[in-house]
């Protein structure tokens, strides 16, 4: 069962998603193989997440992609705007999955079996406070253990 953590309250959430994906990413101990990420969310978030991922710090690289760019496969770092694209399944990415959208995933069972780790950001909106909150009454009534 995956490891489902809701990071909640979060003022500005791209720049969150930022810190978050180069702690994670950089986090791979020496010697093992680089951790992947997967980012799902709006195409509009995804959009300015990209830039901010080339920009926000002068001294890290993140190597990152959108999930249709022809180097997703080998990129560590994937933007997608669907948990079900067809390019999503084409990659071999399985580590981390960052949702950064308001909806629930429509196949809990099958991305919890193929990413060890889901992270839900909820932003201090209100609307997606309570989009977040009913996430997390649907991962735990499908049994998942949850982190806030």
Known sequence: ?????????VSDKLGYVC????????????GEAVRNIVIVGEKSDLKKLDGLLWTFSSADFLPHCFIDDESAAETPIVLSDSFVSPSLAAIPHADVVIHLGM?????????AARFPRIVEVVSINEAERLAGRERYKSYRDLGHELHN
């Open 1 to 9: 069962m995956a490891r489902i953590d809701f990071h909640s309250n």
């Open 103 to 111: 909806h629930m995933p429509a196949d809990v069972p099958a991305l």
């Open 19 to 30: 810190r978050l994906t180069r702690k994670i990413w950089s986090a791979t101990p020496e």
